[in-house]
């Protein structure tokens, strides 16, 4: 378990959920691993604007912290693959929440925006002067 993941114990639980889950990009990672294992080309794909670097730090804090396990398959090329452990598949109902509050927050914010600008739009309009 990581030192942060430690010391969130001593505050409270939804520390320790930040702690373990709060990484960029953890979340989506977990959510394409709950459709079962992935290959590292695979996760790349289905999160396009992680780089490389970040996926793999963020794969391996996830391992260690118990929610994802990686497989080494010994061949040429090598062959890794990731997957959830039970603790992560009990995040499932978790992450199904946090998607669905996801898309109604995109909802919500595309309709606020939109009507935004279109009483921006009429305030901003000048009046015209009589002919």
């Known amino acids: 378990m990581r030192l942060p993941v430690r010391r969130a114990m001593e505050v409270c639980p939804v520390e320790v959920a930040v702690s373990v889950l709060g990484g960029t990009w953890k979340l989506?990672?977990?959510k394409h691993l709950?459709?079962?294992?992935?290959?590292?080309?695979e996760l790349c794909?289905?999160?396009?604007?992680?780089?490389?670097?970040?996926?793999?730090?963020?794969?391996?804090?996830?391992?260690?912290?118990?929610?994802?396990?990686?497989?080494?398959?010994?061949?040429?090329?090598?062959?890794?693959?990731?997957?959830?452990?039970?603790?992560?598949?009990?995040?499932?109902?978790?992450?199904?929440?946090m998607d669905a509050w996801g898309e109604h927050f995109e909802r919500t914010a595309t309709g606020r925006a939109a009507t935004s600008v279109s009483q921006t739009s009429v305030a901003e309009t000048p009046a015209r002067e009589p002919a």
């Open 34 to 41: 709950g459709a079962g294992p992935r290959r590292f080309g």
């Open 45 to 97: 794909r289905l999160v396009p604007l992680a780089n490389r670097k970040t996926l793999t730090r963020q794969l391996r804090e996830l391992e260690e912290d118990g929610v994802v396990g990686r497989t080494v398959h010994p061949q040429v090329p090598p062959k890794v693959v990731y997957a959830l452990t039970d603790l992560g598949h009990s995040l499932a109902p978790v992450v199904a929440a």
């Open 28 to 30: 989506t990672l977990v």
